[in-house]
């Protein structure tokens, strides 16, 4: 009697186990989904918009530009330059054992510009933009605009995604060469005082390191991370509901994916490009 009991309390908390991952995992088809949806969407809103007499307004794509790129240039700098500097760091304390120093403004430049310069921009883009995003939208959402703009003949996605995008896709690369360029300076700033060489040879040193590839794998990285904040962000943003407490979570949940998303999406990059 008591075996049986057992089983049966086994058997059901294994199906609840299994019923609990299904429906995670269909929640994450439909959120893939839908995220595919918007973007098919909003390329449709920006390049047929002023032929079906609802173009994007130039004027949302500027104020878009000014929040996502022009807004994080500060926090970008600061964490960029710090970054290079603790590569600098541990670079060359690590390299002394062998010594090999004198190697760590080519693993500087090739690490910054393949890696972490457009990581560095992306994370910022998804935590500081994507969260604002999430929440301006999730408020439109749980107040009823959203339905206000249908009822008006106006598309959310080509009135509030579309923008975003275009904006995504023009600073998101602005902001990584921003981002490479001063984390490669931030090691030099420490490079040049540990290595006792001078500021020229520290940058001819790093450019030689470095190769178009480099350059254009960083660029497509960027461009990939911009949609994919986009896209997790307004997705969320349309899908808050609940009040206050919902819009925490739409807006909490926007910044974890974006950022997972992120991190995925450059492993993906760096299996598939520097094999």
Known sequence: MACTVAANV??????????????????????????????????????????LNQRVRLHAIVEEMMSIGVRAIPVVAVLAFANGAMMAMQGIYTLREFGAESRVVAGIAMSVVREFGVLIAGIVVAARSGSAIAARIGTMQISQEIDALRVMGISPVRYLVAPILVAMLIMMPLLTVLSNSLAILG????????????????????????????????????????????LVATSNGFSAAGGAEGLGRATTRSVVLSISAIVVADMIFTFFLSR
């Open 187 to 230: 090691g030099g700033a420490f490079s040049v005082m540990e290595l006792h060489i001078s500021p020229d040879t520290y940058l001819e040193r790093a450019l030689a390191a470095l190769a178009i590839q480099d350059l254009v794998q960083s660029l497509v990285k960027s461009l990939v991370f911009g949609v994919l904040v986009t």
């Open 10 to 51: 086994h058997a059901t908390s294994l199906r609840r186990v299994t019923e609990a991952v299904g429906r995670r995992f269909v929640a994450g088809v439909e959120d893939f989904g839908y995220g595919a949806a918007l973007l098919v969407e909003s390329l449709v809103w920006i390049v047929l918009g002023r032929w």
